[in-house]
């Protein structure tokens, strides 16, 4: 009897390079003297811009999928990716803030750092859920030559799609890393974020209304 197809889990790998990039970001802020603002500023926009990626991808890719198979799941995500938007807007004003004020006024990039450690634990609770929930869910109810028809679909329309772990390849285990092909060492700049971080529902997508 031949082994079934390893289920394609659309999630863990690109979550584990974002949780990365999102705790670098809030360690270089912590780690940051006011007059070191401008680089703490740029750590945040980098990792900023990779959720900001990433979350273009999902609403192309698997948003379309969850209102098919999971209408009441797509509600809920995209009821959390409103709301980690607005908290993503409100930590680049806070960037920008203290951009504007330090190193006159120190608090404003210890107030940063606070500001990104909230961003992060409502990311986390947001990634896990995907992870836990919505991805155990999707292999119930979708068959599986539509998850691997769905990621052909992606890796042609986004080549360059690996380059999010050639950025963060500390975070995934060895294995990972030939799985997706890519080595130790980080080469790739990531993007920088300046506006608003998730894209707005398309026209016809269902929203939870709230």
Do not use: C
């Not at 949780?19 to 500023?41: F, L, N, Q, Y």
């Not at 803030?97 to 609770?125: I, M, S």
């Amino acid at each position: 009897m031949q082994d079934a197809p390893p289920l394609i889990d659309l999630y863990t790998l690109p979550h584990k390079a974002i949780r990365a990039a999102v705790a670098h970001a809030a360690m270089t802020v912590g780690a940051t003297d006011p007059d070191g603002i401008a680089e703490a500023a740029s750590a945040v926009g980098e990792a900023l811009g990779e959720l900001a990626a990433h979350a273009a991808h999902e609403e192309e890719f698997i948003d379309p999928l969850l209102e098919r198979r999971l209408p009441d799941a797509a509600i809920e995500v995209a009821e959390q990716h409103r709301r980690l938007g607005a908290t993503i807007d409100g930590v680049l004003r806070q960037r920008d803030g203290a951009l504007a004020v330090a190193p006159e006024q120190p608090g404003a990039v210890l107030g940063l750092y606070r500001a990104l450690q909230r961003l992060a634990a409502e990311n986390l609770l947001h990634l896990d859920h995907e992870e836990t929930v919505v991805m155990p869910a999707l292999w119930v109810v979708t068959p599986p030559h539509e998850l691997q028809e769905l990621m052909a679909s992606f890796r042609a329309a986004h080549p360059d799609a690996a380059a999010l772990y050639r950025r963060w390849p500390a975070a995934l285990a060895a294995t990972e890393r030939r799985l997706v092909g890519v080595g130790e060492a980080s080469t790739v700049p990531a993007p920088e974020r300046q506006g608003p971080s998730y894209p707005k529902p398309r026209s016809g997508a269902v929203t939870s209304g709230r």
